[in-house]
């Protein structure tokens, strides 16, 4: 009986000392333990904001407060900041502006905004150029592709096959991008001579295509998720590709 209560008490005091550790730490997938980082927000009623860094090996967690709300967060290939997007003002009047947040410091660096919404950065492979779109019109009635270089200078918009290119996503060779067009097409574009190729098109106007992403051997999904929702125009629609 005393040896069970041992390691009863063993076994409690184990889950104790593990309380500041992420549970990620003790999972393995496949007999191989977890590695690298993994990034999250958290925030409280939407009012604070913070971000939670995990090492995934040891399960040791930092987190760094924010004074602003940030969404679409991506690591820098060197590991040493977030790009994300910041968005402050009250509702209907917000602006969105993309932004480096350093892990050392905690410090946002805005990017200078050309658009009153600008979002949903993400690095090329080699950390050269982000990839993003923005709203812009005075109803925010169209969105384009943009790049620019990784320290946010020189802007360059995108041709864009359709009314609204959201969402972009990197090919692991960095030489073409795939995005969605109007909620109804996934579509690839070659960085090199501008050419766009339609992947997959949904004719079924219940239905929206959204989010696309290549495999790491760089081949777009097979099947694209359909989410069935109604059909939105203006301010609700560019709201809800938030």
Known sequence: MRHVFACGLACFMLLLSGCERAPTADVALEGVALHGQLSYIR????????????????????????PDQVAAMDFAPDGTHLLGHVTVGDVGQTMRTLT????????????????????????????????????????????????????????????????????PRWHPDGDRLIYHVDDTKIVETSLNDNRHTVLFQEDNLGRELRHPFYSPGGAPPITVGVEAAPRMCGKARSAALT
Not at 51 to 57: E, M, N, R, S, T
Request: proline fraction near 4%; glycine fraction near 8%.
């Open 43 to 66: 925030d409280r009623n939407m009012e604070t904001f913070e971000i939670v860094i995990v090492d995934l090996a040891s399960g040791r967690q930092r987190t760094l407060a924010v």
């Open 100 to 167: 480096k947040i350093d892990f050392g410091s905690a410090e946002h660096s805005a990017f200078e905004r050309f658009h009153q919404n600008e979002m949903y950065p993400r690095y090329s492979p080699d950390g050269s150029r982000i990839a993003y779109f923005a709203w812009v019109g005075e109803g925010t009635e169209r969105a384009y592709l943009y790049l620019r270089d990784a320290d946010g200078s020189n802007p360059r918009r995108l041709d864009c096959p359709g009314k609204v290119c959201a969402h």
